[in-house]
């Protein structure tokens, strides 16, 4: 069984399938941290690649063949924002939060770690710009490639859609695994 994690930024998709992945033993990938690492390798951030992919498809479309060809490794939780398009057997989950609390979440997560793709924000509200923009990008990226259908913020999409705003991680976690148990 696979289970996709998508969801817009800050709402603990990443974070979610970390701590969904243990308690269930399985494996846990991200497209997101792949994107991340392949950013990192030609020495730019996250947004810069994203940038890039504008022109040059061929930088999602690697994150999104590493997708496929890691389910096929078993049972795992995948993380990332057009993940369930290329596994569509598997439990569609979309975490959604609102944008004012996703940019505190992403702005005091970096003041104690930050990702080294990830930009430096300065205030609550430029990292509530450049992940609205982010966001933004990525959809047209993603539908320009693959077509409408692969509008990761069309809720019809996910068998499961859930607000993190004032849950934790951990009852996130939770009512996917209640899900899981009625749907599987």
């Known amino acids: 069984m696979i289970i996709t994690i998508s969801g817009k930024p800050g709402s603990g ?7 969904l992945a243990k308690k269930l033993g399985w494996k846990r990938f991200s497209a997101g941290d792949a994107r991340g690492e392949a950013a990192q390798k030609l020495g730019i951030t996250i947004d810069e690649f994203n940038t890039r992919a504008n022109k ?48 505190k979440r992403i702005f005091q997560e970096q003041q104690i770690a930050r990702r080294p793709d990830e930009c ?7 990292a509530s710009r450049t992940l609205k923009k982010r966001m933004k990008i990525s959809r047209s990226q993603f539908m320009s490639i693959y077509g409408k259908k692969a509008d990761f913020l069309n809720l019809k999409n996910y068998d499961l859609v859930l607000n993190t705003n004032r849950s934790t991680p951990e009852q996130t976690c939770k009512e996917i695994l209640q899900n899981m148990k009625r749907e599987y």
């Open 13 to 19: 998709k990443s974070t979610v399938a970390k701590l």
């Open 56 to 103: 040059d498809c061929s930088l999602h479309k690697f994150a999104d063949e590493m997708t496929i060809r890691l389910s096929k490794q078993g049972n795992c939780v995948m993380d990332g924002w057009i993940a369930w398009f290329f596994l569509p057997k598997s439990l569609k989950v979309f975490l959604n939060v609102s944008p004012i609390i996703a940019a």
């Open 120 to 126: 430096v924000y300065k205030t609550v509200a430029e």
